[in-house]
C-alpha cells in the first residue's frame, strides 16, 4: 500500500514538473508582426487624419467560456461573431479618408481564424500594418481570446516595437499574470514625411488594478511618458483607460477613477523633459477646475446583434480614448493636433472611435 501511494505522489510531482516546463518552454516575448506592402515608404501631405478605436476583437460581449476551447468542434459553442463591426471600421476608414489607424483589442488569432488588422489594411486604403500581441506565451496566444494592438497606414512603418510597462510596477498579481499571458502594453513604431521620423505610440492600459501597492495605472502612466518624452514629435492614441482630472468632479464619474493621479504624473515628467502634450481643450486633462465637456468613449457593452448598425447613442460622458501629440520646441518637424471628435454614428464596439486631424510644419532653420 506504501508503495503504491509513492507512486502516486511520484506520479503527481513527475506530471507537475513536466506540465510546468512544458508551460515555461511557452514563454516569449511577443513577436512583432510588421506588413509593408506598398512601395511607399514616407508621406508628403502635411495633413494626416488619424483614427484610434479599442475594437473589443470584433465583439460585442465579453468572453464567453467557449472563448477558451481551441477544438474546432467545441468552438461551434461560441455565439457566431457579427461581421458588421469590422465591415462598419473600414467603411469609416474610407469615408473619413484616414491616413493612420491605431485599433487596440484587435484579434490575430490562427484557431479563431481571425486576422483583424490584415483584414482592415486590405479592404481600405491603409495597406501596411504592424501587430503586437498582448500575450507572452506561444500556445495560449493561438487561442480564440488573444489580441493586441496595430496600426495601420498608408506608408510603411519602422523600427515596431512592443514595449513593456513592467519596469514601473511593484508587487501585484499582475507580477504573475504578465509573465504567462503579457500585460497592456506600447506598440512603437515609426513612419517618415520628408525623411525626417514621426514617432508613434499606440496605448491599452489597465482597466482594473492589481497591484498590492500602489496604483496599476499610474505606474504604466509612468512608463508610457518615460517612452514618450524620449521620442518627439509623436502621435499618441488609444485606450488610456482613465478620464480627465477634469471630470473627476462630476457625478458621472465612476469610483475607480476617483483620486487617480495618472495625468499629474504624465504632466510632470513631460515638464521636466520640456515636453509639450497637445490635446483636445475640453478635454482639461490636467486641470482638476477645469469645465470638462468632451463625449464620451466608451459607451459599454454592445449587442452582438447590433453592431455596424447605426446607432443613437447617450453620451456616457466616460472619455477614455485620446488622440494626443507631443513635441519639442527644438523639434524639426512640429505637430499641432487640429481637431478631434468622437464617432457616435454606430455600434463599433464597446468603445467608439476617436478621430483627428494632424498638421505638420517643418520648422525653419
Given at each position: 500500500?506504501?508503495?503504491i501511494?509513492?507512486?502516486?505522489?511520484?506520479?503527481i510531482?513527475c506530471?507537475t514538473?513536466v506540465?510546468?516546463?512544458?508551460f515555461?518552454?511557452?514563454?516569449?516575448?511577443?513577436?512583432?508582426?510588421?506588413?509593408?506592402?506598398?512601395?511607399q515608404?514616407?508621406f508628403e501631405?502635411?495633413?494626416?487624419?488619424?483614427?484610434?478605436?479599442?475594437v473589443?476583437r470584433?465583439?460585442?460581449?465579453e468572453?464567453?467560456v467557449?472563448n477558451?476551447?481551441a477544438?474546432?468542434?467545441?468552438?461551434?459553442l461560441?455565439?457566431?461573431?457579427?461581421?458588421?463591426?469590422l465591415h462598419a471600421?473600414?467603411e469609416?476608414?474610407?469615408q473619413?479618408?484616414?491616413?493612420?489607424?491605431?485599433f487596440?483589442?484587435?484579434?490575430?488569432s490562427?484557431?479563431?481564424?481571425?486576422?483583424?488588422p490584415?483584414?482592415?489594411?486590405?479592404?481600405?486604403?491603409?495597406?501596411n500594418y504592424?501587430?503586437?500581441?498582448?500575450?507572452?506565451?506561444?500556445?495560449?496566444?493561438?487561442?480564440?481570446?488573444?489580441?493586441g494592438?496595430?496600426?495601420?497606414?498608408?506608408?510603411?512603418?519602422?523600427?515596431?516595437?512592443?514595449?513593456?510597462?513592467?519596469?514601473e510596477?511593484?508587487?501585484?498579481?499582475s507580477?504573475?499574470?504578465?509573465?504567462?499571458?503579457?500585460?497592456k502594453?506600447?506598440?512603437?513604431?515609426?513612419?517618415f514625411?520628408k525623411?525626417?521620423p514621426?514617432?508613434?505610440?499606440?496605448?491599452?492600459?489597465?482597466?482594473?488594478?492589481?497591484m498590492?501597492?500602489g496604483?496599476?495605472?499610474e505606474?504604466?502612466?509612468?512608463a508610457?511618458?518615460?517612452?514618450?518624452?524620449a521620442?518627439?514629435?509623436a502621435?499618441?492614441?488609444?485606450?488610456?483607460?482613465t478620464?480627465?482630472l477634469?471630470?473627476?468632479?462630476?457625478p458621472?464619474s465612476k469610483s475607480?477613477?476617483l483620486?487617480e493621479?495618472s495625468?499629474?504624473?504624465?504632466?510632470?515628467?513631460?515638464?521636466?523633459e520640456?515636453?509639450t502634450?497637445?490635446?483636445?481643450?475640453?478635454?482639461?486633462l490636467?486641470?482638476?477646475?477645469?469645465?470638462f465637456?468632451y463625449?464620451?468613449t466608451?459607451?459599454?457593452?454592445v449587442?452582438?446583434?447590433?453592431?455596424?448598425?447605426?446607432?443613437?447613442?447617450?453620451?456616457?460622458?466616460?472619455?477614455?480614448?485620446?488622440?494626443?501629440?507631443?513635441?519639442?520646441?527644438?523639434?524639426?518637424l512640429?505637430?499641432?493636433?487640429?481637431?478631434t471628435?468622437?464617432?457616435?454614428?454606430?455600434?463599433?464596439s464597446?468603445?467608439?472611435?476617436?478621430l483627428?486631424?494632424v498638421?505638420?510644419?517643418?520648422k525653419k532653420r
Amino acid at each position: 500500500m506504501k508503495n503504491i501511494k509513492k507512486k502516486v505522489v511520484q506520479g503527481i510531482l513527475c506530471t507537475t514538473a513536466v506540465t510546468l516546463l512544458s508551460f515555461l518552454i511557452g514563454i516569449r516575448t511577443p513577436k512583432i508582426e510588421e506588413n509593408n506592402a506598398t512601395e511607399q515608404k514616407q508621406f508628403e501631405q502635411s495633413t494626416l487624419n488619424i483614427l484610434t478605436a479599442n475594437v473589443a476583437r470584433g465583439q460585442g460581449h465579453e468572453v464567453y467560456v467557449s472563448n477558451f476551447l481551441a477544438s474546432p468542434f467545441l468552438k461551434q459553442l461560441e455565439p457566431k461573431k457579427n461581421e458588421g463591426s469590422l465591415h462598419a471600421l473600414e467603411e469609416l476608414i474610407i469615408q473619413e479618408n484616414i491616413d493612420l489607424a491605431f485599433f487596440q483589442e484587435i484579434e490575430n488569432s490562427f484557431i479563431a481564424g481571425e486576422h483583424q488588422p490584415r483584414r482592415l489594411a486590405q479592404n481600405t486604403q491603409l495597406p501596411n500594418y504592424v501587430f503586437a500581441p498582448n500575450f507572452a506565451h506561444q500556445y495560449l496566444a493561438q487561442f480564440p481570446f488573444t489580441d493586441g494592438n496595430a496600426v495601420i497606414g498608408r506608408s510603411q512603418f519602422y523600427d515596431s516595437q512592443r514595449l513593456s510597462l513592467e519596469s514601473e510596477k511593484k508587487l501585484g498579481l499582475s507580477t504573475v499574470t504578465n509573465l504567462v499571458v503579457g500585460s497592456k502594453g506600447i506598440l512603437y513604431t515609426k513612419i517618415f514625411y520628408k525623411n525626417q521620423p514621426i514617432h508613434l505610440f499606440c496605448i491599452h492600459l489597465s482597466s482594473s488594478d492589481t497591484m498590492l501597492f500602489g496604483n496599476e495605472r499610474e505606474s504604466e502612466f509612468k512608463a508610457v511618458f518615460k517612452y514618450v518624452a524620449a521620442h518627439t514629435p509623436a502621435i499618441i492614441a488609444g485606450d488610456f483607460n482613465t478620464i480627465p482630472l477634469s471630470a473627476q468632479r462630476y457625478p458621472f464619474s465612476k469610483s475607480k477613477y476617483l483620486g487617480e493621479k495618472s495625468w499629474a504624473i504624465a504632466q510632470k515628467i513631460l515638464d521636466d523633459e520640456g515636453v509639450t502634450l497637445q490635446y483636445d481643450s475640453r478635454l482639461e486633462l490636467f486641470n482638476p477646475e477645469g469645465e470638462f465637456s468632451y463625449q464620451g468613449t466608451f459607451v459599454g457593452s454592445v449587442s452582438p446583434d447590433k453592431l455596424g448598425h447605426k446607432a443613437d447613442l447617450p453620451d456616457s460622458k466616460e472619455t477614455i480614448d485620446y488622440i494626443l501629440i507631443a513635441g519639442r520646441e527644438s523639434d524639426s518637424l512640429q505637430l499641432k493636433l487640429e481637431e478631434t471628435h468622437v464617432d457616435l454614428t454606430h455600434y463599433y464596439s464597446d468603445h467608439a472611435p476617436v478621430l483627428g486631424k494632424v498638421k505638420i510644419v517643418e520648422k525653419k532653420r
